[in-house]
């Protein structure tokens, strides 16, 4: 059985861009480190959207373009595409807050069950819980883990009531 870890919509635009945060500017040395050491497997999630973003309800209630599908915001930080394309790990583009096509991938991809599964990345409070979540409902058993130190969210005051909505779900909540 193998671990896996999953990192979650670390692109451009949520590091220095349109949505960018000192925080998830901070944590990206730490995570390029933790994707080079992972010793198991690595998929990427990219959170995507289109032209149209601000017709949809996502851009009516947070009006701010951003990872729009084919622009420099969209793509993950430059070494974390290269440490992607070394280990030629899979990347999701999901065009909601948690990856839809997720389980079914894990569940063909690992018949045998998976170790573990460590989620990173950002936004903790958006993104980041709303995988942790899914993973949770489609594989209660499987024990589940976002190490707090690799993430980011809109706010520090979000990030910890996301760590906090993530601990009573039973995810682990690690430092590291």
């Known amino acids: 059985m193998k671990?896996?870890?999953?990192?979650?919509?670390?692109?451009?635009?949520?590091?220095?861009?349109?949505?960018?945060?000192?925080?998830?500017q901070k944590i990206l040395?730490?995570?390029?480190?933790?994707?080079?050491?992972?010793?198991?497997?690595?998929?990427?999630?990219?959170?995507?959207?289109?032209?149209?973003?601000?017709?949809?309800?996502e851009g009516r209630r947070l009006p701010v373009?951003?990872?729009?599908?084919?622009?420099?915001?969209?793509?993950?930080?430059?070494?974390l595409e290269r440490l992607r394309a070394k280990r030629n790990a899979p990347v999701f583009d999901k065009l909601t807050f948690g990856c839809r096509e997720l389980p079914a991938y894990l569940a063909e991809s690992y018949p045998e069950g998976l170790e573990s599964a460590e989620l990173i990345g950002v936004c903790t409070d958006i993104c980041?819980?709303?995988?942790?979540?899914?993973?949770?409902?489609?594989?209660?058993?499987?024990?589940?883990?976002?190490?707090?130190?690799?993430?980011?969210g809109v706010t520090p005051e979000s990030h910890e009531n996301a760590l906090k909505a993530?601990?009573?779900?039973?995810?682990?909540?690690?430092?590291?």
């Not at 671990?3 to 998830?24: C, H, P, R």
């Not at 730490?30 to 601000?54: L, Q």
């Not at 373009?65 to 070494?79: F, N």
Request: net charge negative.
């Open 3 to 24: 671990k896996l870890l999953l990192v979650i919509d670390m692109q451009n635009d949520f590091i220095d861009g349109s949505l960018g945060t000192k925080e998830a």
């Open 29 to 57: 040395p730490a995570v390029i480190e933790k994707v080079r050491e992972f010793d198991g497997d690595v998929i990427f999630t990219r959170d995507t959207h289109f032209e149209n973003y601000m017709e949809t309800q």
């Open 65 to 79: 373009p951003h990872c729009i599908k084919g622009t420099a915001g969209w793509e993950l930080a430059p070494e």
């Open 128 to 152: 980041v819980i709303s995988n942790a979540l899914l993973l949770k409902a489609f594989f209660p058993e499987l024990p589940v883990s976002v190490t707090a130190s690799l993430c980011a």
């Open 166 to 176: 993530m601990k009573m779900c039973q995810i682990e909540v690690r430092q590291e």
